[in-house]
């Protein structure tokens, strides 16, 4: 239908402009002095109506296009300082959109009203002081403010983070000196996306360390990078400032999420940086976007599901930087607290293993069988998959204690959350039990999500203590629930059996 209309455009064109010299060679061979006249009516008429034409198919196209421009319909921005650039962008759009209908609908009014008539002469205006006032004042007022207006919002988005601004792992609720950082580095043609652990610390980088097995160069002899951690999706939570470190191993590229309002130059060898806070989660947009008709047809890459069902957040390079350009695409996830908190469970890792250790007494001259739990080779930061009992390993070897130790406390205090669900779910959800147990379950998540991001090992031991300590309260709890369960059915069978035997002896 639509190259239809294309080609229907098309042809009329063709057809005016060929009436149109017609005409014209038809008043040569005439040698009418009034032809000229009409031919120059019949263009000046023409150019109206295009006018006209034209500008109502920018209306029309600019309604149309809605629900996929920047700023309108679906398509709000999706971060704090994103509201901010689709002002800017609307407040532009509004004065030049003014402009842009003005001079198309002076240029073809003139040329209309000005058209060439046989026997009238032009006035000949060398110099208007007054029109050439008007015409550079008010652009030049109307751009100052745009200007000005545009550069308060840029030094806004801009402004960096105070020196007193720490990066954790994950911010506290309403802080404004806390944030996450992570790290966006370009290459032909991928993102490498790195995350701090639970330090909440980068580590340093070098490129001459950049190896099959260090795509980025990180200095293994920085205590930092032991916990850090790349991935092939960008997660974050909501709420919650983000500094992204931006960069490049080769070419110019560019870190570019369109929702967010996210757009900055990777430079090699020039680190630059962009601060922006997630404000709508993925399954926020998708449920914005399931109100839309045009997002309530089938999915091009998935018929079984609708396209809203399917729509992420992308982190893409908007700068050409080869053949492989196109590929520099990236999921982008933005969740709530606790989704990101388990997100960052499965980007750590660890398992509890046990070892047999054997340990000679000297008072009773024999060997005892200790274990000892442990989480080695199961952590799965880049240091630990990568480098640790390899020969580029500074360590050697050793173990990195503590990081471990933190590991292995949070995994014991999953397990008690794990083990309080289970006893939660054996009652029915509208016993006084149920409740109950769901508020330890509750209180042992809240001690699970400190100990993930605890960087203390004492204060992780703590929790692994309080949360052993409840657990162990719960499952007393419900013992005693059991017990007096077990006596009821008890006394219950008894009093049976005795209406029984009544019943026989009457008959």
């Known amino acids: ?5 294309v080609l229907f455009i098309i042809l009329f064109t063709v057809f005016v402009v060929q009436i149109g010299k017609a005409r014209e060679l038809a008043s040569i061979v005439r040698a009418d002095p009034g032809e000229e006249d009409e031919i120059n009516k019949f263009h000046a008429g023409v150019g109206m109506f295009f006018m006209v034409a034209f ?15 920047l700023g309108w319909g679906p398509n709000t921005a999706a971060s704090e300082h994103g509201t901010e650039v689709d002002r800017l962008f609307n407040v532009t759009l509004f004065f030049t959109s003014i402009v842009f209908f003005l001079t198309h609908i002076a240029l073809f009014w003139f040329g209309w009203k000005y058209r060439g008539i046989r026997g009238k002469k032009a006035t000949y205006l060398a110099h208007n002081e007054k029109l050439e006032m008007v015409w550079m004042i008010i652009p030049a007022i109307v751009m100052a403010f745009l200007v000005i207006d545009g550069l308060d919002a840029w030094n806004n988005i801009m402004t960096d983070l105070p020196e007193e601004a720490q990066s954790v792992i994950l911010p506290a609720e309403g802080s404004d ?26 580590g340093t980088k070098y490129f001459t360390q950049i190896n099959s097995n260090n795509p980025l160069g990180q200095t293994w002899t920085d205590e930092k990078n032991i ?16 500094r992204v470190r931006i960069t490049a191993r080769d070419v110019l590229h560019n870190f570019y999420i369109r929702d967010m309002r996210v757009k900055m130059d990777a430079v090699p060898g020039m680190p630059t940086y962009f601060i922006f806070t997630p404000t709508v989660t993925t399954d926020s ?11 309530q047809v089938p999915d091009a890459n998935d018929p079984t599901k609708e396209r809203w069902e399917t729509y992420n957040y992308e982190l ?7 053949r492989g350009h196109y590929s520099m695409r990236n999921i982008v996830r933005i969740v709530e607290e606790d989704e990101y908190l388990d997100w960052l469970d499965a980007q750590e890792g660890g398992k509890i293993q046990v070892d047999s250790v054997r340990v000679f007494d000297p008072e009773t001259f024999e060997e005892k069988l200790y274990v000892v739990p442990n989480t080695k080779g199961t952590i799965k930061s880049q240091y630990f998959s990568k480098i640790w009992g390899t020969d580029d390993d500074p360590f050697k070897m050793a173990r990195h204690e503590s990081l471990e130790a933190l590991v292995l406390n949070k995994l014991y205090i999953g397990e008690d959350y794990a083990a309080a ?5 054996s009652y029915e959800y509208s016993d006084d039990e149920f409740r109950t147990s769901a508020q330890f379950m509750k209180d042992i998540k809240v001690l699970l999500n400190k100990a993930r991001i605890s960087n203390d090992v004492e204060e992780a031991k703590e929790l692994r203590t309080q949360s052993a300590a409840l657990l162990k309260e719960l499952t007393s709890l419900t ?3 059991e017990e007096v369960t077990d006596d009821t059915q008890s006394n219950g069978l008894t009093l049976n059996t005795t209406e029984t035997s009544a019943q026989d002896s009457d008959v």
């Not at 893409?316 to 080869?322: H, I, N, T, Y």
């Not at 669900?421 to 779910?425: G, M, S, W």
């Open 1 to 5: 239908m639509g190259l239809t209309i």
């Open 55 to 69: 500008l109502l198919i920018c209306v029309w196209s600019f309604y149309h296009y809605i629900p996929t421009s």
């Open 177 to 202: 000196n806390e944030f996450i950082e992570i790290e966006a580095t370009g290459s032909q043609f991928l993102w490498y996306l790195r995350y701090p652990g639970r330090d909440g610390k980068l």
């Open 227 to 242: 916990d850090d951690f790349m991935t092939t999706e960008l997660v974050l939570p909501k709420d919650k400032k983000v």
């Open 285 to 295: 947009m998708r449920r914005r976007l399931s109100t839309r008709p045009e997002w």
């Open 316 to 322: 893409a390079c908007a700068e050409l930087c080869g």
């Open 421 to 425: 669900k289970e006893i939660r779910n």
């Open 479 to 481: 013992q005693k629930v």
